[in-house]
DNA sequence: CAATTAATATAGCGAGCGCTACATTAAACC
DNA sequence: GGTTTAATGTAGCGCTCGCTATATTAATTG
């Protein structure tokens, strides 16, 4: 009966013996995920715990047990998120083609990833950059920052620390925008175009010396 | 002691014989004015009536009297900054050059007015794009429509509709790229800089037929 | 001078916010 | 079984929100 392979919903990663007490009744990752998607749609502020505690099925007392605050579910969700994308960047990053075709490549995939999902439309980050709450926005600025810095050492091979800086401050506008286009109804084509466009104004600034 | 002369604030911009009742010891005119600073520096979920009363040192019910509720002032606030912005749009396309000469000033007068003010940085409009009260986005949305048809019917002599519609979008895009990134501190010169590369795109945009 | 009209100041309403005290329930430990 | 530990459900705290009822003040009107 008490045997660890019988947790039905191990909260870490790891499947560990069940700690004493109560057991929780809901996957926290899970809660997560689902926080994620809200916070997205609406941004911090547009989110109350008592929207997250419905979502999530559970009363507040759980949601503060488990992740400490409204702040610290935002924080983990957007982090989820973050990690997510970056992923997906990376891909597109990693693959054997010129910095032009990649920054082209990431711009496009934004612009359709930011539009597949109407639930969801635009950039989590992008959205949560315009909160009024600090904290909130604090930490979308610290994730920004981190994602430009990486888009920064991509381009070193590729262009002087200067132009890369040029380039990617203006590949962060455009994607920047393409996020609150898709956020304004934009379809994913009048999106991919745009994008497509910023696209080659980043080729062109590569191909100049 | 009853001239019409003597009205020291005429609340409209003809002279009133001054109606009956205690005069209003405010200009709605200037409090509107005031409004539009702290909306466009905090957005309008990040303004309470409280701060309105503050700023314009009236108390709730001279403001419900003059402007009807919260969104009533918003709405007076954005649409006088739309007018000011429109007046220097127009006046930049208007100017005898060509449409990519006039749009790339559109971008670069955008991208230096939008830092220039660093307690009003960004556009106010495409801030209010992104509030989560739906009446303070309509208006916002109903704005910036109404701007880019002006923009569309501006480059029908120079670009077909569907070029035109595309040129429109890319650059409302980057300018709302640039409004946010005004709104992290990005500097003058960076956006100046990403404004030109914009500015650039459209001009081969426009070029290639 | 009243009577009328309108903007003012005081004070507080109802609702929603993030959050928590408290008692209860459900598990592991001995 | 009894004890310990932890998550739960109920209920509601203190606060801020947009907004307003009420009484008062200051002007025009006759």
Same mark, same amino acid.
């Given at each position: ?29 899970? $809660? ?5 998607? =809200?916070?997205?749609?609406? *941004?911090?502020? *547009? ?8 979502? =999530? ?5 759980? =949601?503060?047990?488990? @992740? $400490?605050?409204? +702040?610290? +579910?935002?924080?983990?969700? /957007?982090?989820? @998120? #973050? ?9 597109? %990053?990693?693959?054997?083609? !010129?910095?032009?075709? #990649? =920054? ?7 612009? /359709?990833? @930011? ?27 610290? %994730? ?19 132009? #890369? ?11 920047? *925008?393409?996020? +609150?286009?898709?956020?304004?109804? @934009? ?6 175009? !745009?994008?497509? /466009?910023? #696209? $080659? ?9």
């Amino acid at each position: 009966m008490s045997s660890p392979g019988s947790d039905p919903k191990p909260s870490s990663g790891t499947t560990l013996p069940r700690r004493r007490g109560r057991p929780q009744q809901f996957n926290a990752q899970d $809660g997560v995920a689902i926080a994620a998607r =809200l916070f997205h749609r609406a *941004g911090y502020e *547009g989110v109350s715990v008592a929207d997250l505690t419905q979502a =999530l099925k559970i009363n507040p007392p759980s =949601l503060y047990a488990a @992740y $400490g605050s409204k +702040l610290g +579910l935002f924080e983990r969700a /957007i982090r989820a @998120y #973050a990690a997510d994308e970056l992923a997906q960047v990376q891909q597109a %990053l990693r693959a054997e083609r !010129s910095a032009a075709e #990649a =920054l082209g490549g990431l711009l496009e995939t934004a612009a /359709i990833r @930011y539009s597949s999902r109407p639930a969801t439309p635009g950039c989590m980050i992008a959205t949560a950059l315009q909160s009024h709450d600090d904290a909130a926005r604090g930490i979308a600025v610290t %994730l920004t920052r981190q994602n430009e810095a990486l888009l920064e050492e991509y381009l070193w091979p590729s262009a002087s620390p200067g132009k #890369a800086r040029t380039i990617v401050q203006f590949v962060m506008q455009n994607l920047r *925008g393409l996020s +609150l286009n898709a956020r304004l109804g @934009y379809s994913s084509d009048d999106l991919v175009r !745009s994008a497509r /466009i910023a #696209a $080659g104004a980043v080729s062109d600034l590569l191909e100049t010396p």
